[in-house]
């Protein structure tokens, strides 16, 4: 019988992991004792930035402003055969912003965004901003097996 324990992931397992674009957690900072406000998202991974991209619906309540510099932690992980987990910390940038603009378009060359349907209205009729993060902590962990 084996014995799991955790290996941190090295920068090549984490691009490969993961890949272009996948499906995580944004929690947005908050104030006082109120609790992270967390949303399941699609992301878009650039490897050669190692950068994150994501769509966000916007709403009254959190328009599109409100993201451009915010707080966030971002999870993704996928728990089938042998797990892993990355997490990834920083600010949100609006990337339609005219100072980030160019460099962004590159990136979103190299990524793919899943476009999910979470929204209880087709995506269509809702209004998005594109946003990107440049972690400034970022961790990977990943089961590794040993024998007894």
Not at 40 to 57: E, H
Not at 59 to 80: C, K
């Amino acid at each position: 019988m084996s014995r799991i324990e955790v290996a941190e992931l090295e920068e090549a397992e984490r691009t490969s992991v993961l890949g272009t674009g996948g499906t995580g957690v944004l929690s947005f900072s908050t104030e006082g004792d109120e609790p992270p406000r967390t949303v399941p998202v699609s992301y878009g991974y650039d490897p050669v930035q190692s950068t994150f991209y994501f769509r966000l619906a916007t709403s009254p309540e959190h328009p599109p402003e409100t993201f451009d510099g915010h707080a966030v932690s971002f999870v993704t992980y996928d728990a089938n055969d042998e797990w892993w987990s990355v997490v990834a910390k920083g600010r949100l940038e609006d990337i339609e912003r005219d100072d980030v603009g160019t460099d962004a378009l590159e990136g979103l060359e190299r990524v793919e965004i899943p476009l999910i349907d979470i929204f209880g209205s087709h995506p269509r009729e809702i209004d998005f901003a594109f946003c990107r993060l440049e972690p400034t902590a970022f961790t990977g962990r990943r089961e590794s097996s040993t024998a007894p």
